[in-house]
DNA sequence: TGATGTTCCATTGACGCCCATATGGTCCCA
DNA sequence: TGGGACCATATGGGCGTCAATGGAACATCA
C-alpha cells in the first residue's frame, strides 16, 4: 500500500480553505482516519500531516515512557499538544489555522508533499527552495567518496532539510 | 483513543470562569467522568487535569510504591490530596480555583494543552516559553532510546513506512 | 442584607454543511 | 479520429448551527 505520494500544489480561498489532494484524502479513508492529525515539523518550516499510521508512530514512541513524567510530559506536548486535528468538510476540504499558517508561513498557496506513511504542507516558494537545497545536498554527498553505508541518514537525508 | 488532542486559549471572564474547549469536554464525556479532575504538575508551572484515565495511571504509578511507605505517602499527597476536581457547569466553564490561578500564574487568559490521557492548562505566554523548550527536550528524548539509526531528524520516517 | 457563588439567558462570530461553478481529463460513439 | 457527453476534482460562496463569551437572575451563606 503506497500512502501518500507525490505533491500538489492548491488554493487557499477567503476562508482559508484548501482541497486535500485527492489521491491523499483516499489515503486517509484506508486508512480510517477520519479528518487529518497535523503537526509543526521540529526542524522544518513546513507541517506533518497524516492519519493513523502517523499517530501509532507517536504512540510507539510514547509507550516507551510511564506516565507522568517529565520526559513523557514533554513528548506529549509536542506530539499531542501542538498537534490539530483538522476536519475535512464534505468537499475534501480542510482550513488551516493560524498557528500551522504562521509556522510554514503560508498565504494563499500550500504544496502538499506525500511521504509515504505521512505527508507534509508547505508554502509553495520555501518547498522549492527546500528541495533545492535537498538536491545540492545529495548531489554533494553522492559526489563523495562513498562514506559508511549505514550513514544514519538524518541530518543530511534529503527531506531534513536544515 | 486519541483523548486530550491539540491546543486552545480561552478567556477567563470577571467571575473567573473559563470555557473547557467542546472537544476535551466530549472526551470527558466519553471517559464518563463528571467534573475535571486537577492537581498541580510537580515539576511544571501548569496544572495537570482530566478524568477517569488520569486518575487510573496515577493509580497506577502509585501502586508502583508499597503502601505505608514514606514515598507512597508523598506521591499520594502530591497526586491525590493536592487535587481538586472542578464542577463543569451547564455551558462548559469551570471556575479555576486561587491556588491554581496562583501555581500557574493565570490571569486573564488560559491555554488548554491535549497531552492523550490527560491535559495542561498553562498561562498563554508561559506555554509559549515552555513549548519550545518541551519541543526540545521531546527531540532529545525520542532520538536517544529507539536505536535503529535513522531517526535522528525525528522528521524522518521512522522506518515504519508506507 | 450584603457578598459570594451558581444557574440561566443573549449575543456574536466562527465553523460545518450544503450547493453552484470552473476546469481538466476520460471514455464512448459516430 | 474527432467531437461530444460524462465524470472527478478544485474552488467560490450562502446559510444554519454551535461554541465561546458576557451579563442577568437566582440561590446560598455569613
Redesign the pocket.
Known amino acids: 500500500m503506497a500512502g501518500f505520494v507525490s505533491h500538489?500544489t492548491?488554493?487557499l480561498?477567503?476562508k482559508g480553505r484548501?482541497?486535500?489532494?485527492?489521491t491523499f484524502r483516499a489515503a486517509l479513508v484506508r486508512d480510517g482516519f477520519d479528518g487529518l492529525y497535523c503537526f509543526p515539523s521540529p526542524h522544518l518550516e513546513a507541517v506533518d500531516a497524516g492519519g493513523n499510521d502517523l499517530i501509532a508512530e507517536i504512540q510507539k514512541r510514547l509507550d516507551g515512557y510511564s506516565t507522568l513524567t517529565a520526559d513523557h510530559d514533554s513528548v506529549s506536548t509536542a506530539l499531542f499538544g501542538i498537534s490539530e486535528i483538522l476536519?475535512i468538510?464534505?468537499?475534501?476540504?480542510v482550513?488551516l489555522s493560524q498557528s500551522i499558517r504562521d509556522h510554514a508561513g503560508i498565504s494563499d498557496q500550500v504544496t502538499f508533499v506525500g511521504q509515504g506513511f505521512k505527508f507534509q504542507i508547505w508554502e509553495p516558494e520555501r518547498f522549492k527552495a527546500h528541495r533545492a537545497d535537498a538536491m545540492k545536498r545529495a548531489l554533494a554527498v553522492l559526489a563523495a567518496p562513498q562514506a559508511s553505508a549505514a550513514q544514519a541518514g538524518g541530518d543530511a537525508a534529503p527531506g531534513a532539510g536544515q
Chains 1, 2 share one sequence.
Open positions: 500538489f492548491n488554493r480561498d477567503a484548501v482541497s486535500v489532494p485527492a476536519k468538510d464534505g468537499d475534501g476540504r482550513v
